[in-house]
C-alpha cells in the first residue's frame, strides 16, 4: 500500500514538471508568463521560443504522461489501473506544484497517458487532431473536438468491439475526465471560436497568430 501511495505521488510530481517554464529560463533567460498567452505548454513555447524548444516541450509534457501510466509496471504495483497514475500526471502538468498550480491546458500530457495505456485509440485520435488542424487552423477547435470525440469513442468503441474490445470502467471514466479538463481549460477558446476572432496557425512562419491570451 505505501508503495502505491509513493508512486500516486511521484506520477504527480513528474506531471508538475513545467517544461516549458523551465526551459525558457535556463536556455533563452525567458519567463513564458510575460509573453504571448502567458501560458507554460506547448503551444505558447512553440510561439515564444521557437519550434525546437516547443519540440522539446511537447516530447516531455507527452513522455510525462507515459511515464506515469507505466509506474506500476515498472515498479510492480497490482490492484490500482494504470489509468489512475496517468490522471494524477495530467492533474500535476494542468496544477503543478513547481510552478504555482499553473500549468498547461492537458493536451498533450493526456495524448502521452492514452499512447501509454491503449495506443490505438490515441492514433485515432491523433490523425483526427492532425487533419482537423491542418482544414482550421486552429490548435484550441482540435484539441476541443478531439476531447469531445474522445468521450464519444470511449462510450461507443466497445460496442463495436473495435479498438476498445471491452468495457473497462476506470479507463471510460479517466478518459472521461481528461476530457472534460481539456473543454475546461479551454472555455476561454471556446468563446473566441464562437465568436470567430481566435488565433490561427501560420503555416510556413512560426506556430501561430497571437491577438489573444489563451
Given at each position: 500500500m505505501m508503495k502505491t501511495i509513493l508512486l500516486l505521488v511521484l506520477a504527480y510530481l513528474l506531471g508538475s514538471i513545467p517544461s516549458g517554464l523551465w526551459i525558457g529560463k535556463a536556455f533563452f533567460n525567458i519567463n513564458l508568463r510575460e509573453h504571448g498567452s502567458g501560458n507554460t505548454g506547448t503551444t505558447n513555447?512553440?510561439?515564444?521560443?521557437?519550434?525546437?524548444?516547443?519540440?522539446?516541450?511537447?516530447?516531455?509534457?507527452?513522455?510525462?504522461?507515459?511515464?506515469?501510466?507505466?509506474?506500476?509496471?515498472?515498479?510492480?504495483?497490482?490492484?490500482?489501473?494504470?489509468?489512475?497514475f496517468g490522471l494524477l500526471a495530467v492533474l500535476g502538468h494542468t496544477f503543478p506544484i513547481f510552478a504555482g498550480f499553473k500549468g498547461g491546458k492537458a493536451v498533450a500530457t493526456?495524448?502521452?497517458?492514452?499512447?501509454?495505456?491503449?495506443?490505438v485509440f490515441l492514433i485515432l485520435l491523433a490523425i483526427y487532431f492532425f487533419v482537423s488542424?491542418?482544414?482550421?487552423?486552429?490548435i484550441s477547435f482540435s484539441s476541443v473536438t478531439v476531447a469531445i470525440l474522445a468521450s464519444i469513442g470511449v462510450l461507443i468503441l466497445p460496442l463495436t468491439g473495435w479498438v476498445l474490445p471491452s468495457y473497462d470502467l476506470i479507463f471510460t471514466i479517466v478518459v472521461l475526465a481528461l476530457?472534460?479538463?481539456?473543454?475546461?481549460r479551454h472555455k476561454d477558446n471556446i468563446k473566441r471560436i464562437l465568436n470567430k476572432n481566435e488565433n490561427i496557425i501560420s503555416w510556413g512562419k512560426n506556430i501561430t497568430h497571437q491577438k489573444h491570451k489563451d
Open positions: 513555447t512553440f510561439r515564444i521560443l521557437g519550434t525546437k524548444a516547443g519540440l522539446v516541450v511537447f516530447a516531455v509534457d507527452f513522455l510525462k504522461g507515459t511515464l506515469a501510466v507505466l509506474l506500476p509496471t515498472i515498479f510492480g504495483v497490482t490492484g490500482i489501473s494504470p489509468m489512475v493526456s495524448a502521452g497517458v492514452l499512447i501509454g495505456f491503449s495506443p488542424l491542418y482544414l482550421t487552423s486552429m476530457a472534460t479538463l481539456i473543454i475546461i
